[in-house]
């Protein structure tokens, strides 16, 4: 089945609309509705040429702790040869509308619509909107944490069109995981996944875990339980879910319902105030 990425495309509601929504501010989870990405929340970054973009997670006291989530748009021609400013950020880029032309160590590589980019801490790269139409990513920025003994990892071009998802044990397949980096590589501290659930699927349980949580809804609708609560939520739509929050999941349908995942992972619990970063 050909995958299907939402976009936000900003504008703004008449002024015959309702104020009311579905965006939720808890100290345990935030839902962020796709209403809410208008073109006055939009933000603009040094060095980058044509672009703006909504910010959906930040370091915050009572929200992210561990990363920062963006939806990049940009115009054709625009881009940046000076896209990351923090040397100890790493960073996962997914393209969702559009074509861009990343280029890595002097390397030049053609990213379209569910094309992934894995880059290491203090890597050099540019961007560059190369085609006709606009283009559209979502850019998850994590601090690397060095492990003495375990080297950077390497840099990683993907599609999720190449990669077949790994089905949860006895759901018959209405629970998968698309994994772009392989869960037993320890050099990574993050992962960003999609997943997927056919109508009808669900999470059986109350997950209640360590991982931090940040997801887009690419595709369909469902009901998610967040904490106490159970919430609407489809394409377009964004979750937070701080660590230990409990969640669970069902899939109405009708069609398959769809998100990008970010979790951090791979290290032990820090028992001292971290560095600032």
């Not at 940009?74 to 509308?97: I, K, Y």
């Not at 894995?118 to 085609?131: C, D, E, I, S, V």
Request: aromatic share 12%; proline share 9%.
């Amino acid at each position: 089945m050909t995958p299907s990425y939402y976009t936000p495309k900003g504008g703004h509601p008449g002024q015959d609309q309702l104020l009311t929504d579905r965006a939720i501010f808890t100290t345990a989870y935030a839902v962020i509705p796709k209403g809410t990405m208008r073109d006055i929340v939009t933000s603009f970054l040094p060095f980058w040429e044509g672009t703006r973009l909504w910010v959906l997670a930040r370091p915050l006291s009572g929200f992210a702790e561990t990363f920062s989530h963006y939806i990049m748009e940009v115009q054709p021609g625009g881009g940046s040869d000076l896209p990351e400013s923090d040397p100890q950020a790493q960073g996962v880029l997914f393209v969702v509308e559009g074509r861009a032309t990343l280029s890595i160590d002097g390397q030049s590589h053609k990213l379209t619509p569910g094309g992934y980019a894995y880059l290491p801490a203090g890597q050099k790269w540019r961007l560059h909107n190369t085609g006709q139409d606009v283009l559209r990513f979502h850019w998850i920025r994590k601090a690397w944490q060095p492990v003495e003994g375990l080297e950077r990892p390497d840099p990683l071009i993907l599609n999720e069109a190449d990669i077949a998802p790994t089905a949860m044990p006895g759901t018959n397949g209405k629970w998968a995981t698309t994994r772009f980096v392989d869960p037993a590589d320890l050099r990574h501290d993050m992962h960003v996944t999609i997943v997927t659930f056919e109508p009808g699927g669900v999470i059986p349980f109350m997950e209640t875990h360590v991982m931090e949580h940040g997801l887009y809804v690419l595709e369909g609708k469902a009901v998610y339980r967040l904490n106490n609560d159970w919430v609407e939520v489809e394409a377009g739509d964004y979750m937070w879910l701080r660590a230990f929050c409990p969640q669970a999941c069902y899939a109405g349908g009708p069609g398959r319902f769809r998100y990008l995942l970010y979790k951090d992972v791979n290290r032990h619990m820090p028992l001292h105030p971290m560095a600032p970063r």
